[in-house]
Each structure stands twice: as structure tokens, then as C-alpha cells.
């Protein structure tokens, strides 16, 4: 039995286990990586969710909202040459061109990682529907900037810091207490 052809039933099935054995193995291995891969990716999102996301995004969400109440207020009472007035224009006007993406930490792990994969597939796709993504939420963050009521145009100078958002946040608060409001942002 020298013939490729002529098979040998015994060492056949030896070879069909062997051959099933590895491919259960390679593919218990691969559920495997996967299993723990999604977990820790769940895992990371609800954390920076819960104590990223959420806090930062209700912050700023409140100081918007605060600001857009006190600017309304003094509207009503036609003050339009008052200082107050000015100044809370001023500061609806920096929050509403703040993005979300401005004022959160930078997830350095996660940055890392994607450049590995970026660098190990040399393929920018996965990539660039993040981007798309992203860009999105800008274009919509610039568009609740652009329709805020009495906005002010302000001079480029750059995108706003977490730094700019603490010192718009003391703004809010002398504000309001110079107006007798007892208002935490």
C-alpha cells in the first residue's frame, strides 16, 4: 500500500481524530480570547461610562442649563445693556463650542491599543469610522453651539480645556450669586 490512493481505514480514523481533536481545540482556544476580549471590553465601557461619561457629560449638560435659565431671566427683564446680561451671554456662548471630547481625559491605554492594531494591520478603516463617528457627534455639538440663543461669536483660539470649563463653572457661580440665586451647576 505505497499508493496515496489506497487507504488504510485504521490509520484514517486516527488521523480524522487527531484532525478534530486540533480543530475543537484551535476553536475553543478562539471562543476563548474572544469570551475574555468582550468581557474586558465591557467591563472598560461601563466604568468609563459610569464614572467618566456620565458624570462629565451631566456636569456640563447642568451648566448649560443653568446659564440658559439665568441668560432667559435677565432677558425678560430688558436689561439687553446690562453687564450680567453680557456676561451670561459670554459664558452660554464658551459652553455651548465645548465638546464632550474636549474636556475628557485621554484614555492612554486605549490609544496605545489602537495604534498596535493600527501598526499590525496598516489598515486605517476601523479606524476612520471611529473618526466618522466622532466628527458626527462634533458636527452636532457645533450645531447646538451655533443655534444657543444669544450666542456671542468669539475669535478662534483653540479648542477649550477642561481648565476653561472650571473657570466658566466659578463664572456661573458668582453670577448667580450676585443675582441672590442659590444654584449649584
Do not use: C
Not at 468581557?39 to 458624570?55: K, M, R, Y
Not at 498596535?116 to 494591520?121: K, M, R, S, V, Y
Not at 476601523?126 to 468669539?154: F, N, P, W, Y
Amino acid at each position: 500500500m505505497d499508493s496515496p490512493w489506497e487507504e488504510n481505514p485504521d490509520n484514517t480514523s486516527e488521523a480524522d481524530w487527531a484532525k478534530l481533536s486540533n480543530e475543537f481545540t484551535n476553536s475553543g482556544y478562539r471562543e476563548g480570547i474572544i469570551a475574555g476580549k468582550e468581557s474586558a471590553l465591557q467591563e472598560g465601557f461601563d466604568a468609563g461610562f459610569a464614572h467618566v461619561g456620565v458624570p462629565m457629560g451631566r456636569d456640563l449638560g447642568s451648566m448649560r442649563g443653568v446659564i440658559s435659565a439665568i441668560t432667559s431671566f435677565l432677558s425678560s427683564k430688558s436689561q439687553e445693556d446690562s453687564t450680567t446680561l453680557t456676561t451670561a451671554r459670554k459664558i452660554s456662548s464658551s459652553l455651548a463650542g465645548v465638546r464632550f471630547s474636549d474636556i475628557v481625559p485621554v484614555d492612554e491605554e486605549a490609544e496605545q491599543h489602537a495604534r498596535e492594531h493600527l501598526d499590525a494591520n496598516d489598515d486605517p478603516v476601523g479606524q476612520s469610522e471611529e473618526l466618522l463617528q466622532k466628527r458626527e457627534m462634533e458636527g452636532l455639538e457645533d450645531m447646538l453651539q451655533r443655534l444657543t440663543a444669544g450666542t456671542i461669536s468669539r475669535p478662534l483660539q483653540g479648542r477649550p480645556t477642561r481648565e476653561d470649563v472650571i473657570r466658566l463653572k466659578e463664572g456661573i457661580l458668582t453670577l448667580s450669586g450676585q443675582l441672590g440665586l442659590d444654584i449649584t451647576p
